[in-house]
């Protein structure tokens, strides 16, 4: 399939002449530069392919997105602070505080590169911020039930490998 794009876009340039605008307004010819077929082109394989075009590595990230999403939604359950075992402190004043640890999913962002390895032919990059939200109130209880607000972020990466048919 890559290989009819770039014989239609190679045709298209040898069919059509090519029109540029000079600054009198008239239109000028531009040359184009054509291989001969003496000419040594590098076969387009997965490596040299530009991303927009490798459909494998368009799949894999799409998965590897899936998986991510997974897996934030797994650190988010088994933290040690989530807001479900949220830690309730009184501070020296008598006042409590609330704080818990929570990964917001808008905070993800995807990498997917080929690798150089034959047995991980992939590898994925997750990054998110995990943020930190604190309430403040007279009572534990109503320091549980208050507005919470993000007080801090920390960033994380995690890399991930792709290998027999899935993301480990």
């Known amino acids: 399939m890559h290989k009819k794009i770039l014989a239609f876009l190679i045709m298209t340039l040898m069919a059509v002449p090519c029109l540029a605008q ?3 307004g008239g239109a000028k010819t531009v040359e184009v530069a054509i291989s001969k077929p003496g000419d040594k082109i590098k076969p387009m ?8 075009l490798d459909e494998d590595l368009a799949v ?4 590897f997105r899936s998986f991510a999403r997974l897996k934030i939604g797994s650190l988010n359950r088994n933290h040690r602070f989530s807001r ?10 008598g006042t409590w ?16 590169r080929r690798s150089k390895s034959k047995s991980v032919p992939y590898v994925g990059v997750l ?3 995990e943020q930190i939200y604190e309430s403040i109130g007279a009572t534990a209880a109503e320091c549980r039930k208050g507005t919470f607000r993000a007080v801090r972020a920390i960033p ?5 490998c792709y ?5 480990n």
């Open 22 to 24: 000079d600054n009198a």
């Open 45 to 52: 394989t997965g490596k040299n392919l530009p991303l927009y």
């Open 60 to 63: 894999r990230y799409k998965e």
């Open 84 to 93: 479900s075992r949220m830690l309730i402190e009184q501070q020296a004043d």
């Open 97 to 112: 505080k609330a704080r818990y640890h929570q990964i917001e999913q808008a905070s993800m962002t995807c990498q997917v």
């Open 127 to 129: 990054s998110y911020k």
């Open 156 to 160: 994380n990466k995690h890399i991930f």
């Open 163 to 167: 290998k027999k048919g899935g993301w």
